[in-house]
């Protein structure tokens, strides 16, 4: 028998072998079960070790638990050295039928391939699939690179997807994982740890997830960029990486960035600059708020805010930059909003800034961020962006005050523990 049938049982469901599933995260499958049963493309996006291969490892498992024989699945774990052996979309349309003619399934075959970026020109075998009309195919795919959906694929597949943005662990889910109460303390630890699944099977011990951590970053910057992009200064990119956690929260611009390493004695230009921190959000390291004229109704050119995709980079590999918790903070609420479907925005006004505007389907919601509304001058300050905005739209003030505040003008005061309830 090939070889490769034997490999590909190791990582499948077909018989006895005993999987992890990981922590079940369950407003991620149910969203993705409710598009299944149909021929749209599943892709799920994000970062590297975020948990998109447990997802998918859980939704075949849960199409198993509906009546659907573990015979009609199909799973592909391209970052295994074992199925190095699939370089291109020919060798994955092989081996799909190679999977076909030896495991027989009746029926509509579910193809789970992760990591599918590593596939050269796989778009091509996904739309064959995806398009096959003598046989029932439903496909699952994942990938590490926000570029996934760009060029021939959207074209080729033209709407007949879904996509799914994998972030890491949210509060909730950290409340479960651990099993502590959702409170401003819990809070605080969830700030100061991280969401990257894998950090909560570790040791509590700082330097094991500083070594973890540091695996991470090194290898998503080497195989997913300098790799990939054969880039010629991989120390520029690291210490653009680490200029971007450092100042996250912080309006920035790239003529900042190249302003701040020239005077450090670094030649450089705008131009590599501006590619390797596109290559960077590319990988959902670092995600790119852009700012918003709130009167004209448009995004502006120029700075930007840029949000750490885990505040595990900073809690762990570069504590030692000043940056206080109000900072942290704010990017947690940005996260929290994209993980709940929202385009996220900063708010420009003539001589104000709001830290967010938020957007989705009909639903505006402008809010500030801030650590504590200690004094009337603080409350003062947070308050003035949304009391000076003329429309209607929600306009809330997050905060990690143990006190309740009353609405000010329409303005309401939310704890930041229960930020996801009016989500």
């Known amino acids: 028998m090939d070889e490769r049938i ?157 996509c799914f943005n994998v972030f890491p662990f949210s509060y909730q889910e950290y409340l479960m994982v651990t099993g502590k109460e959702q409170m401003k303390q819990s809070y605080l630890d969830y700030i100061n740890s991280g969401g990257l699944p894998e950090l909560f099977s570790l040791p509590n011990k700082l330097e094991i997830r500083q070594n973890y951590m540091s695996t991470i970053k090194d290898s998503i910057l080497l195989r997913d960029i300098i790799q990939r992009y054969n880039i010629r200064d991989p120390k520029l990119l690291e210490d653009i990486f680490i200029f971007l956690v450092n100042n996250a929260s912080n309006l920035i611009s790239v003529n900042s960035i190249v302003k701040y390493f020239k005077n450090s004695g670094r030649n450089i230009s705008y131009d590599i600059v501006a590619a390797y921190i596109g290559y960077i959000e590319d990988t959902f390291l670092i995600h790119r708020c852009e700012r918003y004229d709130i009167k004209g109704k448009e995004t502006l050119a120029g700075t930007s805010k840029f949000y750490i995709n885990d505040l595990a980079y900073k809690n762990y590999l570069y504590p030692g930059f000043a940056y206080g918790i109000g900072y942290k903070l704010e990017n947690l609420v940005y996260l929290q909003l994209r993980r709940s479907g929202y385009d996220v925005y900063v708010g420009a006004m003539r001589d104000k800034e709001v830290d967010f505007v938020a957007m989705k389907d009909d639903r505006v919601i402008y809010l500030q961020a801030t650590y504590m509304l200690e004094t009337a001058q603080t409350m003062e300050r947070e308050y003035a962006p949304l009391l000076t905005i003329g429309d209607n739209y929600e306009k809330y003030v997050v905060s990690m005050d143990e006190v309740q505040f009353p609405s000010n003008e329409g303005v309401r005061h939310i704890q930041a523990w229960n930020l996801k309830e009016i989500l």
Do not use: C, H
Not at 28 to 44: A, C, P, Q, S, W
């Open 6 to 162: 034997n490999i590909l049982r190791k990582y499948n469901l077909w018989g006895d072998t005993a999987f992890d599933f990981g922590f079940r995260r369950s407003e991620y499958n149910e969203k993705i079960m409710d598009f299944t049963g149909n021929r749209l493309v599943k892709i799920l996006t994000g970062q590297r070790r975020a948990g998109k291969s447990y997802l998918l490892r859980q939704t075949a498992r849960q199409l198993i638990e509906n009546g659907v024989p573990a015979a009609n699945t199909l799973f592909i774990n391209r970052e295994m050295t074992d199925l190095d052996f699939i370089k291109t979309y020919k060798d994955l349309d092989e081996i799909i039928k190679l999977y076909q003619a030896i495991i027989q399934p009746t029926g509509k075959v579910y193809i789970f391939i992760d990591e599918i970026q590593l596939i050269k020109d796989w778009e091509k075998t996904i739309n064959s699939y995806s398009q096959d009309y003598t046989a029932e195919y439903e496909l699952f795919i994942s990938g590490s690179n926000s570029k996934l959906l760009s060029g021939e694929l959207a074209t080729l597949l033209s709407g007949r997807y879904v």
